[in-house]
């Protein structure tokens, strides 16, 4: 018996499983209409029971109250329910249904209990936490007087209907004008060609048949029926070209592709898995998968579905993979595979060197075994407490190589998951880290050595800071008992002058100046010293200056001549600074310059440049100059450029701006020519100096 007959056999069964799956047309209905004998009864219960059992849909027989009297296998099966918690039990309690929905469920059985069909779309639990959309029916059926005995429920899965219900209404407008179209074209063919045109246009994947129409030419293939699918995936308008030879619907079928498919037309050969790489002007290098069958009357049938993706996936895999094992083996780092289980199954040269495990032995516990003994328990409790975490693991271990020697490593590993969160693998790396671990190892030795230096410098500091509090009690004593004498000289000078007065000679006069001059220096001298001494030992509050402020304040406390100009620049700044140190160091060149000028009308300026960390300023006079070979100099200590007799001068002024501006962070030097004027620069952090 044929396919065909076989499915002529069975029609009548056929058209009562459609007629249960319509809404309006249950088999009990269309029976109960009559009058039956028992055995037509018998036949129709038996009908029911076997179409109520092996239905693709959710159904349950309720009692009136709503109590399930029958579940059918799918529905049981869904709910992961054994039949004794669903059987006996009222509907909307069992498991099936979510909390908010069993209310509604409970109404819409009440009211078919009252004889109204009842019709909605609601959402059906199963086990593993399914949800499925179904379009939910309850019916009542009725004896032959038309009394409600039992409430069929029946639900059917619409969760992809529903997304697809859109493209389903244009493929049925387009489907309609097809099937008219194909109709007159399918009248003259009999009715096996029809069975399978009808198979051809219902399946959801690319569908060709096609007639071997003269046995002894393989090209004779013409095409017989095609389904919507195929002409998706064909890229043509296959449905145009019905009749048409393979070679012209395909004019890139390879040949040998032809004789095959000819020759299960012709010889009813058993099925065939094809793998077609195709081109054409309107196809460019695609690959299909093709299953060819036999069909009766010289006909094949094959169903088609394009691989390119699939098959540009596995060759890119595949080049992914030998790509991964070029790179893997060029790498300097070691890189490892393991399975779930943690046994290795995959490593490049490299681990093998790093580890010195040879490849001749077996992979599977080798990282465990190369572990040196001392790191093992550490880092197998690490790995099993990262395992039950499933999360990334890291360590730094030693490996033991079978030569004795130590290999630091850095060993990191990363779990790879399956679709249910179940760790299939893990990828692992290991670098070596020996050379880090020597410097960190001599780190550890020098920051040791650091550490007993330190303790020597704070025990040095502190004898320092003991010593400069003896050196600053000496000065102030020193100074206290230097400057006592100095002014009792002094006194006595002018005492002697004032008995002496009228009698005493104008030479005599003016040694008696000079010996007073030199007491004075002598006190400025010893005044210096201490000053000098302080620098940089003696806390000076920071606060914010306006320079443009502190040098104007400067000019009126030296008071130079009328005669004598001194110009301050633009964009003098405000920052934070010592004032006090700041004012001194102003204070000494400003001086400098009118005091050593050799005119009364002379000028100096102070101009400013911001240079992004610190500021340069510079104070300029048109004095006589200095000359280069002093250009040093001048900044050591009791260096004078003139005699003190001619100029009094300590020749500490310029030793305590030097001091000073360096202890602060900065720096000073000098530009002068002879006969060409002087300029002092010197810099000045924008933010103080943490001493």
Request: charged letters at 25%; a negative charge; proline letters at 4%.
């Amino acid at each position: 018996m044929s396919q065909i007959e076989k499915l002529d056999s069975v029609q009548f069964d056929v058209e009562a499983v459609c007629s249960l799956q319509h809404p309006l047309h249950h088999p009990l209905e269309r029976l109960e209409s009559y009058p039956m004998p028992n055995e037509v009864v018998s036949l129709k219960e038996h009908h029911f029971s076997a179409i109520f059992s092996q239905s693709s849909h959710f159904m349950a027989l309720l009692n009136l109250n709503g109590t399930v009297a029958e579940a059918n296998q799918v529905l049981l099966d869904f709910a992961g329910a054994p039949a004794n918690e669903m059987l006996g039990h009222l509907f909307w309690e069992t498991a099936c249904w979510a909390e908010a929905s069993r209310a509604t469920l409970r109404t819409a059985i009440a009211q078919a209990a009252q004889g109204q069909p009842i019709d909605y779309e609601t959402e059906l639990l199963g086990k593993s936490d399914r949800a499925l959309t179904i379009d939910f029916t309850l019916k009542p059926i009725r004896d032959e007087a038309g009394k409600a005995l039992w409430l069929l429920a029946e639900g059917r899965d619409i969760t992809k209907r529903q997304q697809a219900k859109a493209e389903i209404q244009r493929l049925n407008a387009e489907l309609e004008q097809r099937v008219t179209r194909r109709t007159t074209q399918l009248e003259a063919a009999n009715a096996k060609v029809q069975l399978y045109a009808d198979i051809v246009h219902n399946m959801q994947i690319a569908i060709h048949v096609w007639r071997l129409v003269d046995p002894d030419d393989d090209r004779s293939l013409e095409v017989v029926a095609i389904n919507p699918t195929a002409i998706q995936v064909a890229q043509r308008p296959l449905d145009l070209m019905i009749g048409k030879r393979i070679l012209e619907c395909f004019p890139g079928m390879p040949i040998d592709r032809v004789a095959q498919i000819a020759e299960i037309a012709r010889n009813g050969c058993q099925p065939l898995e094809l793998e077609i790489h195709y081109s054409d002007a309107q196809i460019t290098d695609r690959f299909y998968a093709c299953h060819v069958f036999p069909l009766p009357d010289c006909c094949v049938g094959a169903a088609i579905e394009d691989a390119t993706e699939r098959k540009r996936a596995e060759l890119a895999l595949r080049e992914s993979e030998r790509l991964f094992e070029t790179i893997a083996n060029l790498s300097p780092v070691g890189i490892f595979r393991m399975n779930g289980l943690g046994e290795m199954v995959y490593a490049n040269n490299r681990w093998r060197e790093i580890t010195g495990s040879p490849e001749s032995v077996a992979l599977a516990q080798a990282w465990r075994e190369a572990l040196h003994p001392d790191d093992r328990s550490k880092v197998f409790a690490e790995w099993e407490a990262a395992c039950q975490l499933r999360q990334p693991y890291s360590t730094e271990c030693r490996f033991l190589r079978p030569d004795g020697s130590v290999v630091w490593v850095l060993g990191q590993v990363t779990p790879e998951f399956s679709e249910d969160g179940t760790a299939v693998s893990y990828v692992g790396t290991v670098t070596d880290i020996s050379d880090r671990k020597q410097s960190e190892m001599e780190l550890q030795e020098r920051a040791d050595e650091l550490s007993q230096v330190n303790q020597l410098l704070t025990r040095t500091s502190a004898l320092l800071e003991e010593r400069n509090r003896e050196l600053d009690q000496f000065a102030y004593v020193t100074s206290h008992d230097l400057k006592a004498p100095l002014r009792a000289i002094a006194n006595l000078s002018e005492w002697i002058e004032d008995d002496l007065a009228g009698t005493l000679p104008a030479e005599n006069q003016r040694q008696m100046e000079l010996l007073r001059g030199r007491v004075f220096r002598m006190e400025s001298l010893i005044d210096g010293l201490l000053q000098y001494s302080r620098v940089g030992r003696t806390q000076v509050e920071t606060e914010t200056v306006s320079v443009q402020a502190l040098l104007t304040e400067i000019v009126d406390s030296i008071d130079p001549p009328d005669t004598f100009t001194v110009a301050i620049g633009e964009g003098m700044p405000t920052l934070q600074a010592k004032s006090l140190l700041l004012r001194q160091v102003f204070a000494n060149l400003i001086g400098n310059a009118i005091k050593h000028h050799p005119r009364v009308d002379g000028r100096t300026s102070v101009m400013v440049q911001d240079q992004e960390l610190f500021y340069e300023f510079a104070i300029s006079d048109d004095g006589r100059g200095i000359p280069s070979e002093h250009h040093e100099k001048i900044f050591d200590i009791f260096h004078t450029l003139e005699a003190r007799d001619t100029k009094e001068s300590t020749g500490i002024g310029l030793s305590i701006v030097k001091k000073i501006v360096e202890t602060e962070g900065g720096s000073i030097w000098v530009e002068s020519e002879v006969g060409a004027g002087t300029t002092f620069r010197f810099t000045w952090m924008k933010h103080p100096k943490m001493h």
